[in-house]
């Protein structure tokens, strides 16, 4: 099968949804499809090795998050790739926003599959204002895929129509597998660990305020923030308290280890989550976790099954649920192995068999409309004379 898989994001800058297309590109490669790449590229030679780069990106904010993509009018470009690259399915990933998966859903001739990843509680913005321009592209997709439940939720309020539901992928084993903690946290200490960026809608400021609570009530604990971005003015927020260690920009090899440190996983995020890669890799690792009650988690993990669901924006009930785990090491390890055994379902290769089979099945009855198309043409041209 030759796929086109379309990214309007910028392939220099890491994010989900780059992930999610290079999982999936590797599975398929894997399996013997030729896949094709196209994104736009802050810089065309980084990125020319592993993608076709149509346009340079510019940022945009989006759901409290930055967006880099691209204005450039590649409509030309898009025609003579598709034209010479005859492939069997163009999927594109956030298929409506601007503007090089509105090219591709133009000019497509092949089987086309949309893949919806982002949420936002209160509705987008940005799909509200362009909904009234959008809508002629949104007809054209043949397959609609969402991440997940908060995904559909979103989307499904400016277009109507069924979401297959295809969630985001892990690297279970990447993070599964046992490896040593990290050797300056394994002191007896009981650790809480965050793994996120400094953006507002991640929650750190609650935890911070959490924490306080819970170093009042249990002793010996530590507070680790991990993530990509700058933790400067939390840092000197928390410069006075020994306990709390930030590890900015900690490579992706070393994140198991961090979660093998860990006592309790704490993802006090806002909102605006579609699914949460952080909260399934700590599910993956067999951490026990707090989480922010929000749609997104909630739809991965249950309430006192796999872990603790918390009112969101409430430091008193985050900690009362963080000192609860901290306090009881049955239950966390109830939790551990729960949410290592669902999160075996999110592995990358059951992720892309499942896109690979929608694939098929979008195929079929693309193919069987083009052949009731063609089997029409004669009967119409014999009317005719």
């Given at each position: 099968?030759?796929?086109?898989?379309?990214?309007?994001?910028?392939?220099?800058?890491?994010?989900?949804?780059?992930?999610?297309?290079?999982?999936?590109?590797e599975?398929?490669?894997?399996?013997?499809?030729?896949?094709?790449?196209?994104?736009?590229?802050?810089?065309?030679?980084?990125?020319?090795?592993?993608?076709?780069?149509?346009?340079?990106?510019w940022?945009?904010?989006?759901?409290?998050?930055v967006?880099?993509?691209?204005f450039?009018?590649?409509?030309?470009?898009?025609?003579?790739?598709?034209?010479?690259?005859?492939?069997?399915?163009?999927?594109?990933h956030?298929?409506l926003?601007?503007?090089?998966?509105?090219?591709?859903?133009?000019?497509?001739?092949?089987?086309?599959?949309?893949?919806?990843?982002?949420?936002?509680?209160?509705?987008?913005?940005?799909?509200?204002?362009t909904?009234?321009?959008?809508?002629?592209?949104?007809?054209?997709?043949?397959?609609?895929i969402?991440?997940?439940?908060?995904?559909?939720?979103?989307?499904?309020?400016?277009?109507?129509g069924?979401?297959?539901?295809?969630?985001?992928?892990?690297?279970?084993?990447?993070?599964?597998?046992p490896?040593?903690?990290?050797?300056?946290?394994?002191?007896?200490?009981?650790?809480?660990?965050?793994?996120g960026?400094?953006?507002?809608?991640?929650?750190?400021?609650?935890?911070?305020?959490?924490?306080?609570?819970?170093?009042?009530?249990?002793?010996?604990?530590?507070?680790?923030?991990?993530?990509?971005?700058?933790?400067?003015?939390?840092?000197?927020?928390?410069s006075?308290?020994?306990?709390?260690?930030f590890?900015?920009?900690?490579?992706?090899?070393?994140?198991?280890?961090?979660?093998?440190?860990?006592?309790?996983?704490?993802?006090?995020?806002?909102?605006?989550?579609?699914?949460?890669?952080?909260?399934?890799?700590?599910?993956?690792?067999?951490?026990?976790?707090?989480?922010?009650?929000?749609?997104?988690?909630?739809?991965v993990?249950?309430?006192?099954e796999?872990?603790?669901?918390?009112?969101?924006?409430?430091?008193?009930?985050?900690?009362?649920?963080?000192?609860?785990?901290?306090?009881?090491?049955?239950?966390?390890?109830?939790?551990?192995?729960?949410?290592?055994?669902?999160?075996?379902?999110?592995?990358?290769?059951?992720?892309?068999?499942?896109?690979?089979s929608?694939?098929?099945?979008?195929?079929?009855?693309h193919?069987?409309?083009?052949?009731s198309?063609?089997?029409?043409?004669?009967?119409?041209?014999?009317?005719e004379?």
């Amino acid at each position: 099968m030759k796929i086109a898989i379309v990214s309007p994001y910028d392939w220099c800058v890491e994010g989900g949804v780059k992930t999610h297309i290079a999982h999936l590109a590797e599975y398929f490669r894997e399996w013997g499809h030729d896949v094709t790449i196209f994104a736009p590229a802050s810089d065309r030679e980084i990125a020319g090795a592993e993608v076709t780069v149509m346009g340079k990106p510019w940022p945009m904010r989006v759901s409290g998050s930055v967006a880099r993509i691209t204005f450039a009018w590649k409509s030309p470009e898009v025609r003579r790739v598709l034209n010479e690259g005859k492939f069997d399915v163009v999927h594109l990933h956030e298929p409506l926003m601007p503007l090089l998966p509105y090219h591709f859903l133009r000019y497509s001739k092949s089987a086309t599959v949309g893949t919806f990843h982002a949420a936002k509680e209160g509705g987008n913005r940005f799909y509200g204002y362009t909904t009234p321009l959008t809508k002629r592209w949104f007809r054209k997709l043949e397959g609609k895929i969402a991440v997940s439940p908060a995904a559909v939720s979103l989307v499904s309020r400016y277009f109507a129509g069924y979401f297959n539901i295809i969630p985001n992928g892990i690297d279970y084993e990447h993070f599964a597998t046992p490896v040593d903690p990290i050797e300056e946290f394994n002191d007896g200490k009981q650790n809480i660990l965050f793994v996120g960026r400094p953006e507002k809608r991640k929650g750190l400021k609650y935890l911070l305020r959490a924490y306080m609570r819970v170093r009042s009530q249990v002793k010996n604990t530590r507070l680790i923030v991990v993530g990509a971005g700058d933790f400067t003015r939390y840092e000197r927020l928390m410069s006075t308290f020994e306990d709390v260690v930030f590890r900015p920009n900690v490579p992706y090899a070393q994140l198991p280890a961090y979660h093998r440190a860990s006592t309790v996983f704490c993802c006090p995020n806002t909102g605006n989550e579609s699914q949460g890669y952080v909260l399934l890799e700590a599910l993956a690792s067999g951490d026990a976790v707090v989480a922010s009650n929000i749609e997104g988690f909630a739809g991965v993990m249950t309430h006192e099954e796999e872990g603790l669901l918390v009112k969101p924006k409430d430091p008193d009930e985050l900690a009362a649920a963080i000192v609860r785990l901290l306090k009881d090491p049955k239950l966390r390890k109830v939790f551990g192995e729960r949410g290592q055994s669902l999160a075996r379902h999110y592995s990358w290769d059951n992720v892309a068999h499942r896109v690979l089979s929608y694939y098929e099945r979008i195929l079929y009855e693309h193919q069987q409309v083009a052949a009731s198309k063609a089997a029409r043409k004669p009967a119409l041209a014999s009317s005719e004379g």
